[in-house]
């Protein structure tokens, strides 16, 4: 049977397993850094060494050996810096770091008016080059607007921008900037996820099946140009529409694939489509499992009506010497199609929703 274990590097150091207390990593969508916690064993005085600013990668998983193992054996989760340190000393001498990726100086810092009259693809390659990542960027042609960029910080922009070209925006874990469209990989289905199925049950899940989120109405918006010529359609489920009493419940796509009045139209029916259905939600815990990361599609099976194919909104994964290696989760039926709509429905129920 596979072992549980982890491994935490700190400044290019390993710091050493029998130092491990525990350590907790949670992993999220794109709006908040990815964050991560450990506690390690200070007698030795691990805190005179430790500091801000340092780099931290972590590895977690399932080795044969739990005797004889390396990182290498393990998934390389997060790489980030050290934010700050917590020493104790009491009832144990521990020292705990806290750490976020590499977004994060982007989520704290405001945007700078000299990068004005640029191309989207050209800021995300300056942001990337001012915080020492490699961007891996999409080439863009159209100038962007000053109210895409005033009063916002940094990452809020990239994310803004990566709306209006219709592409995702993330660091990832080898310091890259990514800038583009979504990859074809992540429609993939990553793991399954039983419940009382006989030898499979690994999971327990609470799900939430409500209207809460459902759209009625869908508007398809793109700036065509130099001179930013709307092109726009809307599609609405008048069925819908009157079951919820005439609320109208709308969602604002910016496609920048719409060129045609008649191309908006068409995303604006295939969106309403799929969009109008119930959205169903659900938290859950099972063994730990790295393959479990956000915006990651799963299989839930066991579960009656309510099973099927999930993507993760967030997963967090603990891990310590006597409760072993957990993950918990949230999930939903319904992936946003674009990061600003994660923005929208996950941190700000009340915006593009009339």
Not at 216 to 238: C, F
Request: aromatic share 10%.
């Amino acid at each position: 049977m596979e072992a549980p274990r982890a491994a935490v590097e700190v400044a290019g150091v390993d710091v050493r397993w029998t130092d491990l207390v525990d350590l907790e990593f949670e992993n999220t969508l794109y709006l908040a850094a990815d964050s991560f916690e450990a506690t390690f064993k200070n007698e030795l005085l691990l805190s005179d060494w430790l500091r801000k600013r340092q780099e931290v990668k972590l590895y977690l998983g399932y080795v044969k050996d739990p005797n004889n193992w390396t990182k290498n054996d393990l998934s390389h989760m997060f790489t980030g810096t050290v934010d700050g340190l917590k020493a104790n000393f009491g009832n144990g001498t521990t020292v705990k770091i806290i750490c976020r990726d590499y977004s994060a100086p982007m989520i704290d810092t405001e945007y700078s008016v000299a990068y004005a009259q640029r191309t989207s693809s050209q800021l995300a390659a300056l942001f990337g080059k001012k915080y020492g990542l490699k961007p891996v960027v999409t080439a863009t042609t159209v100038i962007v607007d000053k109210e895409l960029y005033e009063n916002k910080k940094e990452w809020e922009v990239l994310q803004a921008l990566a709306d209006l070209e219709g592409f995702v925006c993330y660091v990832t874990r080898e310091k890259e900037l990514y800038f583009g469209p979504r990859k074809e990989d992540d429609e993939n289905i990553v793991s399954t996820l039983y419940y009382r199925v006989p030898g499979q049950a690994n999971c327990e899940i609470e799900f939430d099946d409500s209207e809460i989120g459902v759209i009625n109405k869908v508007t398809i918006r793109h700036w065509m140009g130099k001179n930013k010529r709307l092109i726009e359609a809307s599609a609405v489920n008048q069925s819908l529409l009157k079951a919820m009493g005439g609320q109208v419940k709308e969602r604002v796509i910016y496609e920048s694939k719409a060129k045609t009045v008649a191309l908006a139209q068409q995303f604006a029916d295939r969106k309403l489509k799929e969009l109008s259905r119930s959205v169903v939600t659900g938290t859950g815990r099972t063994f730990g499992n790295p393959l479990l990361i956000a915006e990651k599609r799963v299989e839930t099976k066991g579960f009656g009506r309510l099973e099927g194919a999930y993507y993760i909104e967030k997963a967090r994964h603990s891990y310590s010497k006597s409760g072993g290696y957990t993950t918990t989760f949230d999930i939903t039926n319904l992936r946003p199609d674009n990061a600003q709509q994660y923005r929208q429905d996950l941190y700000d129920n009340n915006a593009k929703v009339i």
